[in-house]
């Protein structure tokens, strides 16, 4: 459908496919990374202790006590700190206050989809940089570009729905190249298993780190997203925010993040427990002639050389395994798996052995 009454360009968006989020019980939701533990009992104390402090009256503008808490976690000023409703409306906010010239944005060519949606929205164009012959970000292929061509630089660490990490180092020369234009790092998966940008970035005043509570926090259903990086920068981001919601986080989310940060021995235990689990089930995979990528995330990226991976998500998906496929050309046989309980992972491999004996 199109409308006469629409702005330029929004014909070109496309809805979110509601299919991902099916309201469906006894489905092995193994399709959008979230993590299969549930939020720390410390977390849902605080959450009832939120709801019941006053809903009437509106959140903390500047979520001060979660922005703390993020500073003292990661060695920074408060100034060195953004919070938004997840890391999707964070990157929003640094997409507007950061990209909007007249240079095309660098981006890996397979990433995380929205990178391209808001870049379409807000009018940047990009120029995409192909993953090499192994699906994994090169940064000899940045260097090679000039530097005074771009409005910046975003890559995903690790990349998304890949799930490969590069190293620290291989950041910070992309961040020596591009020291004119602000170079983002989402770090959305960081805390499976990659080295995060953080402890780069007193040195690096182009530097933007990119993190969320939906994975490794279990707080996917709050929607929070934090960026730490220079006070010029997050000053840039706190005007595209407080022009357009200066309200970023209700009560509960704010409370519910704070002491998520707290628990640092629940965190440890179900990262743990994801990344045991991710070896279990890439070991599980490759034994059945599945190609597995290196991950340092909690799901898996993985194609079989028999079958297509279209045709393998619907044969899951009919034995209520949901997981995660793109028609892009290069990855369209592969599935992007999550990790889930250790009874959902067991369904998974018996749902593909029940598939691959046909
Ligand atoms: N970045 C990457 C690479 C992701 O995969 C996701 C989640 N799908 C996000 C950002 C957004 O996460 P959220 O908005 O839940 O923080």
């Given at each position: ?135 994994v970000v ?18 995903a660490n690790p990349n998304a729905?890949t799930g490969v990490a590069i190293s ?19 770090e959305a998966y960081v805390d499976f298993g990659a080295e995060s ?18 994975k490794s ?54 990262r743990?427990?994801v990344m045991?689990?991710r070896a279990?089930?890439a ?10 990528l290196p991950s340092a995330t909690n799901f898996v990226f ?37 990790i ?19």
């Amino acid at each position: 459908m199109e409308s006469v009454f629409w702005s330029d360009g929004v014909a070109g968006l496309h809805p979110y496919v509601p299919g991902e989020q099916p309201q469906i019980a006894n489905l092995v939701k193994l399709n959008t990374n979230e993590n299969p533990f549930p939020p720390s009992a410390q977390v849902l104390a605080a959450i009832a202790t939120a709801a019941q402090s006053g809903l009437q009256r509106y959140p903390d503008p500047q979520s001060s006590e979660l922005v703390h808490a993020l500073a003292v976690y990661h060695g920074l000023n408060a100034e060195q700190v953004f919070v938004g409703n997840g890391s999707d409306e964070v990157l929003a906010h640094a997409f507007r206050a950061l990209y909007v010239k007249q240079k095309p944005l660098l981006m890996p060519d397979i990433s995380y989809s929205f990178y391209g949606v808001y870049a379409a929205l807000f009018g940047i164009p990009c120029q995409a940089v192909p993953l090499n012959s192994e699906l994994v970000v090169d940064v000899n292929d940045y260097l090679a570009i000039d530097p005074n061509s771009v409005a910046g630089v975003v890559i995903a660490n690790p990349n998304a729905p890949t799930g490969v990490a590069i190293s620290l180092a291989d950041i910070e020369r992309v961040l020596q190249h591009f020291g004119q234009v602000a170079v983002l790092i989402d770090e959305a998966y960081v805390d499976f298993g990659a080295e995060s940008a953080c402890k780069l970035i007193e040195q690096y005043p182009n530097l933007l780190v990119v993190q969320t509570l939906s994975k490794s926090r279990s707080l996917a259903g709050l929607r929070i997203g934090f960026v730490l990086g220079a006070s010029e920068l997050i000053d840039g981001l706190v005007r595209v925010k407080d022009s357009f919601n200066s309200y970023p986080l209700d009560k509960i989310a704010q409370a519910a993040a704070v002491a998520a940060f707290a628990d640092q021995a629940y965190f440890e235990q179900c990262r743990d427990a994801v990344m045991s689990e991710r070896a279990v089930v890439a070991a599980a995979l490759e034994a059945r002639g599945f190609k597995v990528l290196p991950s340092a995330t909690n799901f898996v990226f993985a194609s079989h050389p028999a079958y297509q991976g279209r045709d393998l998500l619907a044969a899951l998906r009919e034995r209520a395994v949901l997981v995660r496929q793109f028609e892009k050309p290069r990855i369209a046989d592969f599935l992007r798996i999550s990790i889930g309980t250790v009874a959902q992972n067991q369904a998974l491999i018996a749902a593909l052995d029940d598939i691959l004996a046909q």
